[in-house]
């Protein structure tokens, strides 16, 4: 999923006001040449590959570390970034309140931070939600998953 959802502003009728906008600095993150490999896979196919991915995390940490032919969690960051700005000119020129984004885990967790404003350490440790989780964040504040999901 790639969509951001706007919802009725303050004291409307029940239909969305702006309806659903979908863009693709929302999608998940991209794992290059590692994408639908398993871990055995992937020592067996891009050793060399795999390797100094490897050494990237350890040296750097995950959030930095570059995936082979893919992007690093900073990209993911940077990509959910940039979708602030349309957000914000949206909620303006519709007078929107409400926003519900449907997304991946890592760009979820990406916008989280971004959002919020948290250091780069959080997303490190911040583990990725189950299947359908629901976050909400309301004035600010992350009130955490008041959904769980599932597997």
């Given amino acids: 999923m790639l969509d951001a959802i706007y919802t009725n502003p303050k004291g409307t009728g029940s239909k969305p006001s702006h309806g659903v906008r979908e863009s693709v600095l929302l999608a998940e993150q991209q794992f290059g040449l590692f994408d639908g490999l398993t871990d055995t896979q992937l020592a067996e196919k891009y050793p060399n590959e795999t390797a100094h991915y490897d050494k990237c995390e350890r040296l750097e940490g995950r959030y930095w570390a570059r995936l082979p032919l893919g992007e690093s969690r900073f990209d993911v960051s940077l990509r959910v970034h940039q979708f602030f700005g349309t957000i914000m000119r949206d909620a303006d020129r519709h007078n929107i309140q409400d926003l519900i984004i449907v997304t991946h885990g ?41 959904y769980e999901g599932g597997a």
């Fill in 106 to 146: 890592t760009t979820l967790r990406a916008f989280v931070m971004q959002w919020l404003h948290l250091p780069w350490e959080w997303m490190e440790k911040e583990p990725n939600p189950k299947n359908s989780a629901v976050r909400l964040i309301e004035d600010h504040v992350d009130h955490g998953y008041v």
